[in-house]
Every structure is written in structure tokens, then in C-alpha cells.
């Protein structure tokens, strides 16, 4: 009969052999997860010489553009290095493209093939804004470990995009149009500290910022200012409370542009219920505004780099730096109705957090605000005519509307619906409207934040703006 093993001894032995199991256990697989800066090209074929530019949303503030891809032929060389083989190599860019008509790429792995085909669609920015970018996808042939190639070439003429980067992975990810690169690649968990910072932001509802912040905002604006006098000499400061102006108009419109400014201000405090104390910039908003055309197609291309200068102005962020440049106005009032609309943008982009809100909401608040602000004051107003127009089209024709809430360009129809869709809201209740606002810049989609704020879809909203209107029209 053999030795007894004692409890104890006979625990050492479980543990020696769960130990044994466990060093036996094959590791897990390695993923392939990887970001790629568009940045990092190895070599190229373009006729711009710098393709490299910086562009705030983009990750790590830099993406390629500046005219790569117009030509067909034109190309990217990238070196990738994959940590093990994969059946399929799917890639994931993040691109954005504001010419009408989509572009074209194809992928080469390893120079070897014809390679493979992704369309680009536009997204009506070339990558100033969240918004304006979007990801694409493709999936290449099987692929060893180790070291590659990876050419991205044009295929088009006229076919320009920018290009922030790409995502190598195994599988197709989930790449919704809002999502960082940084989530996509798996480095930031969406629930992390940006979203922390989120929540800060809406208890304080001004987004946090510095007496440094607002010094190196101001020297930053005094310089694209010295530019602008190189095109416009007659270009002066105008300094109110909440306002750097930069006028090349007479000095005799001062006192009525800053008092106008101050206005407009106050109203988008009302709009949201703010209290009047309330500054929701880094410092002070700028604003440079342009009597001559010609001057202001110059600053809006060779000083801002925008691509804008048939616009009637537009509205510019950077990090916590916000100017509105304005002067493609054939009269005054379309002057102020312009400035009224871009301000309401700006004001939203520092409004809780710089996370954008959809494009029917956006316009929607921008059209309702010019109507609030200059229809007291006499102006007969654009706004209200597409309003109107909206209203009588909607009904008569008995359209479907459901595509304004949708990411697409709104045109000139679009935009009486949203300001429509946008005023039946506030008029049903302004406190649930402020809420839906706040709600979609804690990160919920527009479909949420209704559900949550007032108990309705997004289809629901459009019956019963309908009705209302059609009620109305009797």
C-alpha cells in the first residue's frame, strides 16, 4: 500500500497541474489593428510638392490633400508591417472630398495586380470640420506576415480627396462616420476620458479655456489680420465685449457693426437660456468683414486656405479659435442676414463642446435666429421667404421631407425645412428643445435626443410639423 497523500500535498499537486494546463495553453492570436497616418507615405506621384496639411480635425492635426489625386495617376506608397497572416486585409480610410461628383482609388498590395477599387463620395468638405469626413472601405486578397506595400493610387481626373489615414485590420470594422480614428484603431474606448470631459463640459455648458487660451487666440487673429491688410489696407479693429472686428468698411459703420454684433450675441444667449454674463469663446470671436469682393475672395483662398470664395461668408474653427469672414454681399441686408447665420454656427461650435450637431439642426437654429433677430428690426428677410416656400411646397405637393434629416448638403427647400422643423420644436417647448441640443452634444444621435426630449421620431416630428402646416395653409 502506498504513501497517504495529506490534504495538503494532494492541493500542491491540483495547483502544480492547473499550472501545467495553464503554461500548455496556446496564447491567443495576435490581431492586426493597425493606424496608418496618410502622412507616413514613403514616396508619391503628384504635381504638388507639399501634400501635407494641417487640418485640426484630422488625427494628429495633419492629413494629405492640397490637390493629391486630381490627376489620374497620381499616387501613395506605404510600408505596413503585419504581425501575422490574414485571409482577408481589410482597409478602412478616412477621407473627405467637397468637389461634386465622387472619386475613385485603387489599392496595390505589394505592386503585384490590377489591385482593387473603392469609390469616394463627396462629403462636401475637404476636412476642416468633423463632419466633412468620412471612412470607406475595401477588402484586399490574403496576405502573409511580415513586411509589404501598400500603393493607393487616383483613377480619376478631377478626382481630388484628402486622406487622414487608414486602418489595416482582419476583419471589417465598424467605422461610423463620427468615429475617431483613434476609437477605430481600438487606443481610446469611446467611453473614456473624452467622454468624461463631455459631461464636464455640458455641467459647465461653456467649454474651458484660459487667459493664455484667449492671449494666443488674439495674437493668432492680429496675424491673419496683418495678412488681410495686405489685401485690404483699410482694414481696422472694432473691439467690443465679445468681438474682434476687422472691418475694411468706413469707419462710419463702426458703432452700428459692433452694436449689431452685441445683438446678435445677446439673442443666441436667449435662444439657449444662458444668462447675459455668459462668454462662450476662448477670449473673443473674431470677425473680419471685406467691402470689396475681390478682397475678400483673396483672404477667404491665400489667407484662410478655405475653399469658399464664392460663398457669401463662412464661418472658421481651430482648436478654441473661432472667426466669421463675410463679404460676397450684393446688399446689406443680405450682409447682416449672412452674418447672423454664420455667428449662429460659430456660437454652436463653442456651445458645451465642439462636437457638431446635424446638418437640419444646425441650419435649422442659424435660419430661425436670422428671423428672430433682423425680422424686428424691418428686413425682409431670405430665410423667411424659404420658409415660406418650404411650406407651400411641403403642402401642396405633399412631399416626403424625411431626407432633411439626413447627411446630405441641404439646398435652398432643405433649409425652410429645417428652419420650419426647427421652430415647431422651440414653439412646442424651448426648455425640451435646449435639452435635445445638449443631449446630442453629450455624443446621442438626433434620433435619440428627440426620443428623449420630446417623445417622438424623427418621423413623427415631420407628420406633425406637416399637419401644422397644412392646418395653417386652410
Known amino acids: 500500500m502506498g504513501k497517504r497523500c495529506t490534504p495538503a500535498a494532494f492541493a500542491l499537486l491540483l495547483l502544480l497541474a492547473a499550472g501545467a494546463c495553464m503554461a500548455a495553453e496556446p496564447k491567443p492570436p495576435v490581431e492586426i489593428r493597425a493606424w496608418v497616418e496618410a502622412e507616413d507615405f ?9 501634400l501635407v496639411r494641417i487640418m485640426y480635425p484630422a488625427s494628429g492635426g495633419r492629413a494629405v490633400g492640397n490637390g493629391w489625386g486630381n490627376s489620374k495617376g497620381d499616387w501613395l506608397k506605404y510600408n505596413i508591417d503585419l504581425p501575422r497572416v490574414a485571409l482577408e486585409l481589410w482597409v478602412t480610410l478616412r477621407v473627405a ?18 489591385g482593387v477599387r473603392v469609390s469616394v463620395p463627396t462629403t462636401y468638405g475637404w476636412g476642416r470640420q468633423d463632419r466633412d469626413w468620412q471612412y470607406v472601405q475595401v477588402a484586399l486578397a490574403s496576405v502573409s506576415e511580415g513586411k509589404h506595400t501598400l500603393e493607393i493610387h487616383s483613377e480619376r481626373d478631377n478626382g481630388a480627396i484628402s486622406l487622414d489615414g487608414f486602418l489595416l485590420s482582419m476583419y471589417r470594422v465598424k467605422a461610423d462616420k463620427g468615429t475617431s480614428p483613434a476609437v477605430l484603431a481600438g487606443k481610446e474606448a469611446p467611453s473614456d476620458k473624452a467622454r468624461s470631459d463631455d459631461e464636464a463640459r455640458v455641467a459647465q455648458v461653456v467649454m474651458p479655456t484660459s487667459p493664455l487660451q484667449a492671449a494666443v487666440n488674439r495674437k493668432y487673429a492680429e496675424a491673419l489680420a496683418e495678412k488681410g491688410k495686405q489685401i485690404a489696407p483699410a482694414l481696422h479693429l472694432i473691439e467690443t465685449p465679445h468681438f474682434l472686428i476687422y472691418s475694411s468698411w468706413s469707419p462710419g459703420q463702426d458703432k452700428a457693426l459692433s452694436e449689431n454684433m452685441e445683438g446678435i450675441y445677446s439673442a443666441m444667449l436667449k ?39 464664392r460663398a457669401a461668408g463662412f464661418q472658421y474653427h481651430r482648436g478654441h ?34 462636437r457638431p450637431v446635424p446638418d437640419w439642426i444646425n441650419e435649422g437654429i442659424a435660419e430661425t435666429l436670422v428671423c428672430d433677430v433682423l425680422e ?6 431670405q430665410a ?22 439626413k447627411e446630405v448638403r441641404l439646398v435652398a427647400y432643405d433649409y425652410g425645412l429645417a428652419q420650419g422643423l426647427v421652430q415647431f420644436l422651440i414653439a412646442s417647448d424651448r426648455r425640451a428643445f435646449i435639452t435635445m441640443v445638449r443631449l446630442i452634444k453629450q455624443g446621442k444621435s438626433d434620433e435619440e435626443a428627440l426620443r428623449e426630449a420630446y417623445s417622438i421620431s424623427r418621423e413623427q416630428l415631420a407628420e406633425r410639423w406637416l399637419r401644422t402646416v397644412a392646418d395653417k395653409s386652410r
Open 384 to 405: 423667411r421667404n424659404k420658409l415660406l416656400s418650404a411650406c407651400r411646397t411641403a403642402v401642396r405637393e405633399r412631399r416626403d421631407i424625411s431626407h432633411v434629416f
Open 321 to 354: 479659435f473661432v472667426c466669421i469672414v463675410i463679404g460676397n454681399t450684393p446688399t446689406r441686408d443680405w450682409f447682416y442676414e449672412i452674418l447672423v447665420h454664420e455667428s449662429s454656427h460659430a456660437f454652436l461650435a463653442r456651445y458645451i463642446n465642439p
Open 97 to 114: 472630398r467637397l468637389t461634386a461628383g465622387g472619386a475613385e482609388l485603387r489599392l496595390v498590395l505589394d505592386g503585384k495586380g490590377p
Open 42 to 50: 514613403v514616396s508619391k506621384q503628384c504635381q504638388s510638392d507639399s
Open 271 to 309: 435662444q439657449f437660456a444662458l444668462p447675459p454674463q455668459t462668454n462662450v469663446w476662448a477670449g473673443k470671436c473674431v470677425l473680419y468683414v471685406f467691402w470689396e469682393k475681390s478682397h475678400y475672395q483673396a483672404f477667404a483662398t491665400r489667407v484662410m486656405e478655405t475653399d469658399y470664395a
Open 376 to 381: 424686428p428690426k424691418g428686413v425682409r428677410t
